[in-house]
């Protein structure tokens, strides 16, 4: 049997294989199932062991022999193929379309946000998404172990020794980090992403973004809040949107209050979405305690200041119409290659 192979070996080192033919051939001839090695190994069991070793390793190493041939036969059609047939590119036929990205609705609109505050006079400021107890709560007036702490419930990061670090449940964290390092007047736009530890539903997530809005100076006013979110607006959802205040409370602002605006589906009408009240509510908001400013290390008997928070995904969803929060998360091409005409 091994001079059979012997002679079989031979016989493959000196095949040339040139058309695409050939090599079928020679595969069906040395390689398939009903093919000459098959043969041999179907042989090769019915041999004595003391002869299986030897026999075994030349048997092998004809396979591989015919392998090798038939994946170097492949290789010179492919390269010979595409300089010298008719496999080369059409160059007159039209390019394949070229698909370009798309924003995110939360980016593009996050984006008209900083442009219309941009346009009077507010700075983009960032902060961390981990913060310290401090940030996000201590120097906001919300006292330890008050039941205000319960409003936002919050993921705390795991850490070692004393220092709590959690995930910001707002942006008002950055309102702190700009006081703390700048000097009034200040007039500041923060937008970030923040968590809540939330039931996942249509109206509610674990995580979303805010915009913060910062305004310290002499003489600030609640007539200079109302007006900016006056202007902010009839910018971002035209001139026929009215406003109103509710009062509300926030340990970091006093007096509070929450803003709501025409109901954008039903114009004020009534409709599911505003429950019936033709009124949805879209941030909260008021002039910045005094004990913040203190904290901060900024005179509050010379200065005043106000605050405001609007979550993006809110104004997203009353701007395109969007029912669902979760779409946001989900990274559905569907829904997200929709937004592809809005830069
Ligand atoms: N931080 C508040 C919230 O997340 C919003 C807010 C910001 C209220 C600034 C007042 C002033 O609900």
Redesign the pocket.
Known sequence: MEDKINSFLEEIKGITIQAEEEAEQFRLKYLSKKGIITALFDEFKTLPPELRKTTGKILNELKQAAEAKLVEAKAVQNSTSNTQNSKLPDLSLPPDPINLGSRHPISVVRKQMTDIFNRIGFVVSEGPEIEDDWHNFGALNFPADHPARDM?DTFFVESEGADKWLLR????SVQVRVMENQKPPIRTISPGR?YRNETISARAHCQFH?V?GLYIDEGVSFADLKQTLYYFVQEMFGDKIEIRFRPSF?P??EP?AEMDITCLICEGKGCPVCKHSGWVEI????MVHPNVLDNCKIDSTKYTGY???MGIERITMLKFRINDLRLFFENDMRFLSQFKSVL
């Open positions: 936002q449940t707002h942006t008002s923040v805010q913060e926030f970091f602002t509070s941030l909260g908001c008021g605050a405001f928070g």
